[in-house]
């Protein structure tokens, strides 16, 4: 089943003289990871924004269940909708549980607090993430690892159908990255359906159902992992050599060493 459908969405920033959408279509697989993937200023953070409804496109539309996104209002969309965004910097030294429980607000009143149900819950998703330690830790105070990871708690703590996570990897070390595709793959397993960004390949390969390719505004390809990561698709879109390789049955990239090799200059020595 369809969760989100995007047809022939067109956007153009003001005072820009292109669209960094060109009319994009694309359909979103209830309860799958579905990784877009492109180079940087592809147009993959406009189009996460577009779903959110935080950009609204000049032409096309999006829906959700089937029904125009428009038709959403802001709390109802974020009771169906949360998302990370590339950077999340928290002004104030909350607490970590504090953060999070701020994460529930879409299912609060006006005027109402979070409950002792409240906390439950963000204690139960710390646990599940390996972060309750973390649980009295100030938020200014943590990792760039451990902030990333709070920022896909806080999602968690909406429990919306949709999650958005825009480059979620991104500045993380090797370790981090790790649990980080690992959290992305068990919300997906647990029949959420999740929509990430990342211009890395490997990652796409490693934990999506589906990829979706965008280059330059426009959807090229998509499809299983398996079958549209290709060294002809990926020399397109990063203007580079690369070899495809295949570990356990999944597409794997690497640079090509010998057309990496004559794009490196030798100063000359005098």
């Given amino acids: 089943m369809v969760k989100i459908c995007v047809e022939k969405a067109r956007y153009r920033y003001p005072h820009c003289e292109c669209d960094v959408l060109k009319g994009v279509s694309l359909k979103l697989p209830e309860g799958k990871a579905t990784a877009l993937l492109g180079s940087n200023g592809s147009g993959k953070t406009t189009l996460l924004k577009v779903l959110l409804k935080i950009l609204i ?5 999006v ?31 909350y607490t970590v549980l504090e953060y999070l429980l701020m994460g529930r607000a879409p299912h609060l009143g006006f005027f109402s607090l979070p409950t002792k149900k409240d906390e439950t819950k963000i204690t139960e998703i710390l646990s599940e993430l390996g972060m309750l330690h973390l649980s009295h830790r100030e938020t200014l105070s943590l990792s760039g690892g451990e902030k990333r990871l709070v ?4 999602t968690l703590a909406q429990e919306s159908e949709v999650l958005l996570l825009d480059e979620p990897t991104a500045h993380l070390d090797l370790g981090n990255k790790a649990k980080v595709l690992g959290v992305i793959r068990r919300m997906a397993n647990s029949g959420k359906t999740v929509l990430f960004s990342t211009h890395d390949p ?16 426009d959807i090229v390809n998509c499809g299983a992992p398996s079958e549209i990561i290709t060294e002809d698709v990926l020399k397109t879109i990063y ?17 090509d060493s010998d057309d990496f090799s004559k794009s490196i200059v030798t100063p000359e020595v005098t």
């Fill in 57 to 61: 496109p000049q032409e096309g539309t």
């Fill in 202 to 217: 490997n990652e796409a390969s490693l934990i999506a159902d589906n990829v979706v390719i965008i280059n330059g505004g």
């Fill in 63 to 93: 829906y959700v269940d089937g029904e125009d996104i428009n038709e959403f209002g802001r709390d109802d969309l974020s009771k169906l909708i949360a998302w990370v965004p590339q950077e999340e910097a928290p002004s104030f030294p």
């Fill in 151 to 154: 920022s896909i708690a806080r």
């Fill in 239 to 255: 203007k580079t050599g690369v070899r495809v390789i295949k570990v356990d049955g999944k597409p794997m990239v690497e640079l």
